[in-house]
């Protein structure tokens, strides 16, 4: 578990004498603009730990922050901290981000080596580590207006924020311009903070007051030097805080690990991150590559900047690794099935009979009917694994809902659909005994004992009834609170975002006209094949399916007029470009569903 981490409250933090800002929108006291948040990285050895984290990170994303293009679900006490570490979890100092080198920045190692202290303290003896990062981060990444002062002062904004200049409402970005036309002094006069105008500009803990007169005013995008610290003198933030943390961990005896904080696999990879981070709306870029290290390439890191270090010790570093990855041979991961058995009666075949006569579609007479009821009846409920009569009363409460509504539903399809107690529970519409359906074809004694069980997939006519025009109330949160929740996706890169996406960074932000047009004329891909497999081809039920590359006259024009561009769009076409809902998909459990499978904001719905 990667995760975020800021107490407003923290007494660490108010022993030290950092203030507290007040949020202008709740009036409550943060410390979030001295930090926004430090990563932590935690394992869980269990699965008690695991589930721990998944509820208490499910918590979390109820008052998570948007920072740059992403909802970040935030622990906000120590004592959440403390609870996971309670449990057979490990947790390591982090990276330049994280709970310990992130005050490194700021320039407080006072607090960093307070706060060293108090993590390792969360877990049980044994369970904290500290991270070394084999990576040079002497620059970084700035994409920033300066407005520069004759005295040399100077304030900096992103370049979207709106502020005023020389009597006009522009953003900073615009205010470039009006400086470039005129090459006069501009004067900036207010700044919008939170829709509001100010007459001070925040510049991190500070604020300048305005008017304020720039005799300059530039954009920088560019990869910038960093300051030399006492910590760092080298401008090397990355090695400054190897350094201090392996100080603090001869100090303590605290185990040391490598880690590559890798982004991707390969080097040739890197190009993949540059794309996604440039279109994800952030201003952020890695300087150098943060790819899956080998041994000797960390090895070699080592060696070269710690060169007093002695190469025993980079070597136990390593073997604690495989020491860490030892702890958790013994996880067994389990995740049972979940029917949601107690909002139903406890004897389950009274109910499913109860319900059988309810829908009266069933002719106890008929001799047939009789035996192959028997026979399903046995298969789920008497099979030894698993009650799956359940499954079914959920289907039928369904449907029935729908239908006291006045509302048609499907007939029913999936694996399920064929059983006699689907028809009889009005759950679909096709008499098996009447069409001769199988009951062995899709189930039997073997496909339930390895798990494959049973599934109806049902059509209903909209899902406004089951959660809500808001989709987090209806039906479903009325019966069972607490205990659904709609399944997120991930929603992949396809053929035409591909294209733009690398043609905005490789065309200085816009996409050509001549590509736009390709992107229009390009075919779509059938339902249910992924956008790569429709380009390169794939193999279905022993079948090989030609791709269109190569086919589509279009597409091959623009893979020979652009070859690098294309070389780009094949390594991203399919990953994952950001997180969405399924459009029907929905669980339903007997636990909370927060206590065993992490749950995400998505669209204003967790």
Sequence with gaps: LEAFFRDDSCSTLKAFGVPQNQDEKTGELKFDEYQKYQHLTMHAKDQAAFETMVRLMSEADLKSERHGSENKPIFRSWSVLEEIGAQNTTMTSSCLVGMVQRHLLTGRQDIAEAYYERLRSCVKPGNFYVEVFPHKTDKTWVSAVFFTAADGMKIRFYPGKKIQVNGKEVDAEGAVAVFTRTQKPVTLEAVSHYRKWENFARQGKNQISLPFTAIKVELVNAFVTNECQDWCPDSDSQLGANKFVLNLAQKYGDPVLISDDSHYAKPEEKIIQDIRLANSGGSF?????????????????????????????????????????????????????????????????????????????????????????????????????????????????????????????????????????????????????????????????????????????????????????????????????????????????????????????????????????????????PQGVSDRDFVFGYEANGETIEGVLGKDKLLTKFTRDYPEVWRKVSMCLGLCRNRGRHACGTVIANRPIKEFIPLQTISDVQ
Excluded at 292 to 321: G, H, M
Excluded at 450 to 475: A, H, M, T, Y
Excluded at 478 to 501: M, N, T, Y
């Design 285 to 525: 870029k890695f300087y150098g590559t943060y790819h899956r290290q080998s041994t000797q390439e960390a090895l070699e890191y080592f060696k070269a900047n710690l060169p007093s270090l002695p190469e025993s010790r980079i070597e136990q570093w390593v073997e604690n690794s495989y020491e860490w990855a030892a702890g958790f041979k013994g996880f067994k991961f389990v995740s049972p099935p979940s029917l949601p058995t107690k909002f139903y009666p406890a004897d389950t075949l009274l109910h499913t009979k109860h319900l059988i006569d309810k829908v009266g579609r069933m002719d106890w007479g008929d001799e047939t009917r009789c035996a192959r009821l028997h026979k399903e009846i046995t298969l789920l409920h008497q099979n030894g694994v698993i009650d799956l009569l359940p499954y079914f009363q959920v289907l039928e409460e369904v449907v029935s809902l729908y239908e006291s509504k006045g509302l048609l539903c499907g007939p029913g399809r999936g694996s399920a659909a064929g059983l006699l107690l689907a028809y009889l529970l009005g759950i679909t519409h096709a008499d098996p005994i009447k069409y001769e359906l199988s009951l062995d074809r899709f189930i039997t004694m073997d496909r339930i004992e390895s798990g494959k069980l049973p599934d109806i997939d049902q059509d209903l006519p909209n899902r406004e009834l089951l959660v809500g025009e808001d989709g987090k109330s209806g039906w479903l949160t009325e019966r069972f609170p607490g205990h659904w929740a709609q399944i997120g996706v991930d929603i992949s890169l396809k053929l035409r975002s591909a294209i733009k996406d690398v043609a905005r960074v490789e065309f200085g932000g816009k996409v050509p006209a001549d590509i736009e047009k390709v992107c229009k004329g390009l075919p779509n891909a």
